[in-house]
């Protein structure tokens, strides 16, 4: 087992190094490097400042030495200034990480409360009315378009109702945490509508099969309580390919949260990246991008070792 | 009695049973006229714009900004004028012909990748589906957004063309699309190169071409239709998340994502804007999804209902 962790490890190590290759080279591509902004602010600037500029910034060496040269200066722990916001990349991306998991938090235990709950009751209740319409409310949930749902959860609850801000993450002057969880409330819930569906689906579809196996077959026969069949039995084995689902649910949520914060204006890692890409603001870009992979890589692989951590029968071959 | 034999004798073609199967299920019928109903608007998108609605999709009216819907403005008008229905159906032929072409784009390099993946196994299917694997794991929506926003002028040392800027958006969602068909694929062509009729027929001289395209491809067509079918909604959700962060397809040319953009501004003062173009998207992509999980069911030898 520790063995197979660690070549997962290296491969994903290897993973992000030709990500950041393939990415520096691509944020290089931008429209508008660093002087270009400067000379379109500045008309007056003479061919010779801007070839100055030019070699100050490094800007007139190949990309591979920029790129080694950024690859040194990053693993040397200085992350670089960013253009936009006038400080350090670092402070900047500190905040935005913990905003984002606070929304990706919130939004995956409000699918957890929704979705297990729901399925359960569709599969126990297979082919009813209940069934049908929380069947069809799932995949409204999947084809839904994230961001409309965002500009209509904004527009009945922000501006018709005036319930919820329609975005950011604080009233000014206000830093309690009941006004974070205000804030919070419509993002959260509009990042979990897809994955409650999809979560429901699954958990419905999972316990449907395992109730047509012949171990419950047997459980009645042998005349046990349907609720201990349901909860000791059905519900075990129905949640194990769960597992899976779940952990894979993260990296989703990640690049949801991406869409969620751009439209809620919600300071997290996501908007970030975008803001950063759109502006040019490379060090930025760059550093959240590397973060949002790592992170990204790091949960698959999490999801993919999660069924072997908890399914006792795989386990235990592991240690045979 | 004898209707009895002839029903029976009826349902044994392949064909004729996944059809029947497939018309008992409602929602995938009603999905399949719905989607239809949207082909026929969006073809049929200049006839619409020229003799019932008689706007164009993109003459400004400044005179009637934000206008409320109404007889003359169906879903009312937009920001610069412009009729919001008209740029619908015009934004349903960007946004169906896209999703449809990348879907068939997608699934036939799937295929082709995963077809040689499990047919040659070996080292083969080993670096391919690491190829696989890997690009699954990686953060999709950063990269398209960071492979859409390169500059292609840089890249090509000319401005692009219209056509170049949508060659590379169908590429780029491609690039991250193939995978799932590759990985169905590859275990459906596993699956059939077991079967004796594949040992038959090389013992009868047939050579690798001949086994693939004949006896392993026809067999693995049901899973190859229902994954791409699901395909297009999904890049037909893809295609307007990459228009409304404004990277997809650029106005003004219309495509549901883009109208969103736009309307993003006017929430309050004219939030038809943002209802219109999104319940069509959200229409179709169920429509889609509908579609193939009917296909599935319909496909699926154990019969209706599991």
């Known amino acids: 087992m520790g063995a197979k962790i660690l070549k997962r490890f290296t491969h994903m190590v290897g993973v992000l190094v030709i990500l950041s290759v393939v990415v520096y080279y691509m944020l290089g591509l931008m429209p508008g490097d660093p002087v270009d902004l400067l000379i379109t602010s500045r008309p007056n600037i003479t061919s010779e400042d801007i070839a100055n500029l030019r070699r100050l910034y490094g800007l007139d060496q190949p990309i591979y030495v920029r790129y080694l040269k950024w690859v040194r200066q990053v693993l040397s722990g200085d992350l670089g200034f960013s253009r936009t916001y006038k400080r350090p990349t670092g402070e900047i991306l500190f905040n935005r990480i913990g905003n984002t998991f606070r929304l990706m938090g919130t939004a995956f235990l409000i699918s957890l409360v929704v979705a297990i709950p729901l399925g359960i009751f569709s599969a126990l209740r297979q082919y009813s009315v209940f069934d049908y319409m929380v069947n069809l409310g799932a995949f409204a949930g999947i084809s839904i378009p994230a961001f409309w749902l965002g500009l209509l959860a904004i527009i009945l609850f922000a501006e018709i109702l005036g319930w919820f801000p329609p975005g ?85 949520l990640f690049s949801g949260a991406l869409i969620t914060e751009t439209i809620f204006a919600w300071p997290g890692m996501g908007r970030l990246l975008y803001d950063s890409v759109i502006g040019s603001d490379y060090y930025v870009a760059m550093i959240s991008f590397m973060c949002l992979a790592a992170l990204t890589l790091l949960f698959n692989m999490l999801a993919d070792f999660a069924y072997g951590l908890v399914d006792p029968r795989l386990r235990r071959e592991s240690i045979a | 009695m004898v209707s009895g034999i002839s029903k029976i004798a009826e349902s044994a073609t392949t064909t004729r049973s996944v059809w029947r199967d497939f018309r ?283």
């Open chain 1, 168 to 252: 950011g993450i604080r009233t000014y002057g206000r830093s309690s945490a009941g006004d974070l969880l205000w804030h919070l409330t419509l993002p959260a819930v509009v990042l979990s509508i897809q994955t409650v569906g999809r979560w429901t689906r699954y958990m419905r579809n999972s316990l449907f099969d395992v109730l047509r196996a012949d171990y419950i077959r047997t459980a009645r026969a042998k005349g046990l309580r349907e609720s201990v069949i349901i909860g000791r039995h059905a519900l075990k084995n129905a949640s194990l390919p769960m597992i899976t689902i779940l952990a894979l649910s993260i990296p989703e």
């Open chain 2, 24 to 306: 008992s299920h409602r929602l995938a019928l009603a999905s399949a006229a719905v989607l239809g109903v949207l082909a026929l608007l969006a073809i049929g998108a200049p006839l619409i714009s020229a003799h019932v609605t008689g706007h164009a999709y993109d003459t400004t009216d400044l005179t009637n900004l934000y206008a409320k819907p109404s007889m003359r403005y169906w879903f009312g008008a937009d920001e610069l004028g412009r009729d919001v229905f008209t740029r619908i159906l015009y934004g349903g032929r960007i946004s169906l012909a896209f999703g449809m072409l990348a879907a068939l784009a997608s699934a036939v390099l799937g295929v082709v990748i995963g077809g040689m993946a499990g047919f040659h196994g070996g080292w083969i299917d080993n670096l391919l589906m690491r190829f696989t694997d890997s690009l699954l794991s990686l953060p999709i929506l950063p990269l398209m957004i960071i492979l859409s926003a390169v500059d292609l002028e840089k890249v090509l040392g000319v401005p692009p063309g219209d056509y170049l800027s949508i060659l590379r958006l169908i590429a780029i969602i491609v690039f991250f699309n193939w995978m799932i068909m590759a990985r169905l694929v590859r275990a459906a062509v596993l699956r059939q190169k077991q079967c004796e009729f594949v040992e038959a027929s090389r013992a009868m001289g047939a050579g690798d071409l001949r086994v693939l395209l004949l006896h392993i491809l026809p067999n693995c067509v049901a899973p190859i239709i229902v994954t791409a079918t699901l395909s297009v909604g999904n890049i037909i959700l893809y295609e307007s998340v990459l228009s409304f962060l404004g990277l997809g397809i650029v106005p003004p040319t219309p495509s549901w994502g883009n109208m969103l953009n736009n309307a993003q501004e006017y929430l309050r003062s004219a939030p038809w804007l943002a209802i219109y173009p999104g319940c069509f998207i959200l229409l179709t992509v169920m429509a889609f999804n509908f579609l193939g999980d009917g296909l599935r069911d319909a496909f699926d030898p154990h019969g209706p209902k599991g």
